[in-house]
């Protein structure tokens, strides 16, 4: 019985050296999502660190000089370090650590396929909406969860109009002419759904610069320019002759009635 008593002692002081031998936590994880006109998306995730000694945030600097930019290596180290949109799917991936009053470590990476799947199209507008399996790693036993201390945001481009509602509930913004949608954890809904209208700029009938350089860089151009300028000077020179003309067919085409 005391050696059972002894090696329970043994085990707790191991698991409880082994958390505080790592010294630091993550007390916030930001996810940005910027989502281009194409569908594509840059994203950036912040995990928002506190130590518990002036000691840990020195080990974990030197950690992070260890490890470099490489994924797989943060990952192993510890696995909340992992991406969390497009698992398998990420390209361009690169992670820094950075220190001072807010001690961050930030992933930006971009996905290898578009995150906002194109739907229907007209002449005026291209229906988007968020591919969902893009976003497994927050779906768990039948919800999409945002967890605690967790921040989501989608900025989506500019011009952009949301379509149906947004699931889960989110919070609504504008970022100069981008719509912002934010999910702040804990948070969850048995459905992910953002869907949105890219309205399409209408193209004049003609354009301007080509037809400028019609008129004047072909030789049709500059003779539909000559014949104008030949109606123009022939109105000017006969303008009395047609100010006469007016005046005449209006004195006799008027009428007036006598009280």
Same mark, same amino acid.
């Given at each position: 019985?005391?050696?059972?008593?002894?090696?329970?002692?043994?085990?707790?002081?191991?698991?409880?050296?082994?958390?505080?031998?790592?010294?630091?936590?993550?007390?916030?994880?930001?996810?940005?999502?910027?989502? $281009?006109?194409?569908? &594509?998306?840059?994203?950036? !995730?912040? +995990?928002? %660190?506190? @130590?518990?000694?002036?000691?840990?945030?020195? /080990?974990?600097?030197?950690?992070?000089? $260890?490890?470099?930019? &490489?994924?797989?290596?943060? !990952?192993? +180290?510890? %696995?909340? @370090?992992?991406?969390?949109?497009?698992?398998? /799917?990420?390209?361009?991936?690169?992670?820094?650590?950075?220190?001072?009053?807010?001690?961050?470590?930030?992933?930006?990476?971009?996905?290898?396929?578009?995150?906002?799947?194109?739907?229907?199209?007209?002449?005026?507008?291209?229906?988007?909406?968020?591919?969902?399996?893009?976003?497994?790693?927050?779906?768990?036993?039948?919800?999409?969860?945002?967890?605690?201390?967790?921040?989501?945001?989608?900025?989506?481009?500019?011009?952009?109009?949301?379509?149906?509602?947004?699931?889960?509930?989110?919070?609504?913004?504008?970022?100069?002419?981008?719509?912002?949608?934010?999910?702040?954890?804990?948070?969850?809904?048995?459905?992910?759904?953002?869907?949105?209208?890219?309205?399409?700029?209408?193209?004049?009938?003609?354009?301007?610069?080509?037809?400028?350089?019609?008129?004047?860089?072909?030789?049709?151009?500059?003779?539909?320019?000559?014949?104008?300028?030949?109606?123009?000077?022939?109105?000017?020179?006969?303008?009395?002759?047609?100010?006469?003309?007016?005046?005449?067919?209006?004195?006799?085409?008027?009428?007036?009635?006598?009280?």
């Amino acid at each position: 019985m005391q050696i059972r008593k002894m090696f329970i002692v043994i085990f707790l002081l191991l698991t409880t050296s082994l958390v505080l031998a790592d010294g630091y936590g993550v007390w916030l994880h930001t996810i940005d999502i910027g989502v $281009e006109n194409t569908g &594509d998306a840059q994203i950036s !995730e912040k +995990f928002h %660190l506190f @130590f518990d000694t002036e000691n840990d945030r020195i /080990n974990f600097r030197e950690k992070s000089i $260890e490890l470099g930019s &490489d994924l797989r290596l943060w !990952e192993n +180290f510890d %696995l909340i @370090f992992t991406p969390t949109i497009g698992l398998n /799917n990420i390209v361009n991936g690169t992670i820094t650590y950075s220190e001072g009053e807010d001690n961050y470590l930030e992933i930006s990476y971009n996905l290898a396929d578009e995150l906002m799947a194109k739907g229907k199209e007209t002449n005026l507008v291209e229906e988007y909406s968020i591919k969902a399996n893009y976003l497994s790693a927050l779906y768990d036993s039948g919800l999409w969860i945002i967890p605690d201390n967790t921040r989501v945001t989608i900025e989506l481009p500019p011009g952009a109009d949301l379509k149906d509602d947004v699931s889960p509930d989110a919070e609504l913004g504008m970022n100069a002419t981008k719509r912002t949608i934010t999910w702040t954890g804990y948070k969850s809904a048995n459905q992910l759904n953002v869907k949105y209208v890219l309205w399409k700029k209408i193209n004049p009938l003609i354009d301007i610069n080509q037809f400028v350089n019609f008129l004047f860089r072909t030789g049709e151009g500059a003779m539909i320019i000559v014949v104008f300028l030949i109606i123009i000077g022939g109105i000017i020179f006969k303008r009395k002759y047609f100010a006469n003309k007016i005046e005449t067919f209006v004195e006799n085409n008027t009428v007036f009635e006598e009280d």
